[in-house]
């Protein structure tokens, strides 16, 4: 249901009552709706209501119709079409009035009461109840200006008539907006958990099976040239070590529970970059990085250094480190300033809920350039 604050003046309810659920179930909603009609219809036919004429009869079915045309397809027109239906119902009710009894029964209670029911459910909350209070007014004082005695037992009917149908109605929107607002919460939060699990899939997975592949092959390419097999075997066991690393970060990344550690990271990447051939430039330490940095910050490091390896063609990688900000820089051939992909946004996104940016682009001497900072 949208509205703009309930009771706001141009809160008017949007939602489509019959647009979910099977066809069984809106059927049901038109036959549970339809039972309410039988009570004006028993006020009407009661054997002391003074029976039902013509004229009456005429009208009778057109005020229910255009009662379930208001309660199950008038919240999806527009404002005015809802006016023109909710004053043709009231309309509808005055002929029947007058039709039954005269002027005079222009002050039963009831009469209005699902014209009212239908305002309630298709207007602005605000309009709604300015409306109940009106029709009400109106009816008490038609009953105070009816000649004869004041017969207060019909004049304490008017309350209830006027309030139940707006107060139940409007309840009945305000759980329909609460239900709303739930599954639109629920779609949000599934659709950033979506977000969330690709960003970090993409960060885990992305650095570790570059790396893998790096010491895969530079095992190989030993093996190949007769050189040292010990050698070959100890990148064969960190291989070993990294997937069952990768495959630890993806159970915790899945679970919600990873946290990177900057100075964790600066280990990594000395490690892939000297498996590259990559000459490694690097800070000793990360402990004077603020600590709502740290986190995002090795996120950016890793994800800077695999792109240097994977992409930069680069024989040297430097890494700067302040207290609120990162720098990765390399001396590749160049990479062209191009729309960022799926880790340079996922950068931004964590940064920028840091309060920090991110800015990568090549630089004018040479090379390629990631930097992080606080904004």
Request: proline fraction near 6%.
């Amino acid at each position: 249901m949208g509205e703009q604050g309930v009771w706001g003046r141009s809160a008017w309810p949007e939602w489509n009552p019959a647009g979910s659920g099977s066809r069984a179930a809106r059927v049901r909603g038109v036959v549970v709706l339809s039972l309410f009609l039988l009570w004006p219809l028993w006020e009407i036919l009661r054997p002391d209501g003074g029976g039902l004429d013509a004229a009456v009869g005429a009208v009778l079915p057109l005020y229910g119709a255009g009662w379930l045309a208001a309660m199950t397809i008038g919240p999806r027109l527009s404002p005015r079409r809802r006016i023109l239906l909710v004053g043709s119902l009231f309309a509808l009710a005055v002929v029947a009035a007058l039709l039954r009894d005269g002027p005079l029964y222009l002050g039963h209670a009831g009469l209005f009461s699902f014209a009212l029911a239908a305002a309630a459910w298709l207007f602005p909350a605000l309009w709604a109840v300015l409306l109940g209070l009106g029709i009400g007014t109106a009816q008490a004082l038609l009953q105070w200006a009816a000649p004869g005695p004041v017969h207060w037992d019909l004049m304490g009917g008017l309350f209830p008539a006027v309030v139940i149908p707006v107060a139940v109605v409007l309840l009945i929107r305000l759980v329909v907006q609460l239900g709303q607002a739930r599954e639109e919460i629920e779609a949000l939060a599934a659709a950033a958990e979506r977000d969330r699990l690709a960003r970090d899939l993409h960060d885990v997975l992305g650095h570790s099976l570059t790396t893998i592949t790096v010491k895969t092959g530079l095992a190989r390419r030993m093996l190949e040239s007769g050189g040292d097999p010990e050698h070959a075997l100890a990148e064969l066991r960190d291989v070993e070590r990294l997937s069952r690393q990768a495959h630890s970060e993806v159970r915790l990344t899945v679970s919600g529970r990873r946290r990177p550690s900057l100075a964790v990271e600066l280990a990594g990447a000395r490690a892939a970059l000297r498996a590259a051939g990559i000459s490694a430039v690097l800070p000793p330490s990360a402990d004077h990085v603020p600590a709502e940095l740290a986190e995002p910050f090795a996120y950016v490091l890793r994800e800077g250094v695999t792109n240097v390896i994977r992409h930069s063609g680069a024989t040297r990688c430097e890494v700067l480190l302040g207290d609120g900000w990162l720098e990765v820089r390399d001396n590749g051939p160049g990479r062209s300033a191009a729309k960022p992909g799926n880790g340079l946004t996922g950068l931004a996104e964590r940064l920028r809920a840091v309060g920090g940016r991110v800015e990568a682009g090549p630089v004018p001497a040479g090379g390629f350039r990631l930097r992080a900072s606080r904004a």
